[in-house]
């Protein structure tokens, strides 16, 4: 079942709060919010959110700064295979 905005950004909050400055919590989920119009207008109309895959990589290679979101989000939404690249060595150096 597909979720609306709202829900999606209620379901992402606690997330988000975990990763982010108090106060960078509502600008990061605007910008996650932006992430999925963008999905959706590039991908088509049966993409109507960022996938998991995908949003988790975004918020893993942030890493809690929110410039470096607005960056890797855009990069995204552009060609997410080099956000996959990018995320898949973070976490093989993290281990």
């Not at 609306?4 to 990061?28: C, I, K, P, W, Y």
């Not at 949003?55 to 290679?61: C, I």
């Amino acid at each position: 079942m597909a979720l609306d905005s709202e829900q999606r950004r209620a379901e992402r909050r606690r997330r988000v709060e975990g990763l982010f400055a108090g106060g960078q919590v509502d600008a990061a989920l605007d910008l996650l919010h932006l992430m999925d119009m963008a999905w959706h207008d590039c991908y088509g109309p049966q993409e109507l959110e960022v996938p998991p895959p995908v949003l988790d990589d975004v918020l893993l290679l942030a890493d809690g700064d929110l410039a470096v979101l607005i960056t890797v989000a855009r990069e995204a939404v552009i060609d997410f295979r080099d956000v996959r690249i990018a995320a898949d060595e973070r976490r093989t150096q993290s281990r």
